[in-house]
């Protein structure tokens, strides 16, 4: 388990958007299955929390999608 700080991320704006499919939420953590790897995801104002043996790089790229598509939305 490790905790990630990425920028301007909503981890409950972008699982719970309509568009992501195959995770759920179960209190404050958010599970769901990438490939063969089940991750769980909870976010606080100390950041990201990953529970999940994928490397802290493959969150990174995903959070900085979202980050910009956050930015493009309040442009």
């Known amino acids: 388990m490790y905790r990630l700080k990425p920028e301007l991320f909503d981890l409950n704006y ?3 958007c309509g568009q992501v499919f195959r995770w759920a939420k179960d209190g404050d953590w958010w599970t769901g299955v990438v ?3 089940v991750i769980r995801l909870s976010q ?5 929390l990953v529970d999940s043996k994928l490397q802290p790089e493959f969150f990174l790229v995903i959070s900085a999608w979202t980050t910009t598509c956050l930015q493009s939305m309040r442009a």
Not at 44 to 48: A, H, K, R, Y
């Open 14 to 16: 972008t699982l719970d």
């Open 35 to 37: 490939g063969d790897q």
């Open 44 to 48: 606080d104002s100390g950041g990201l």
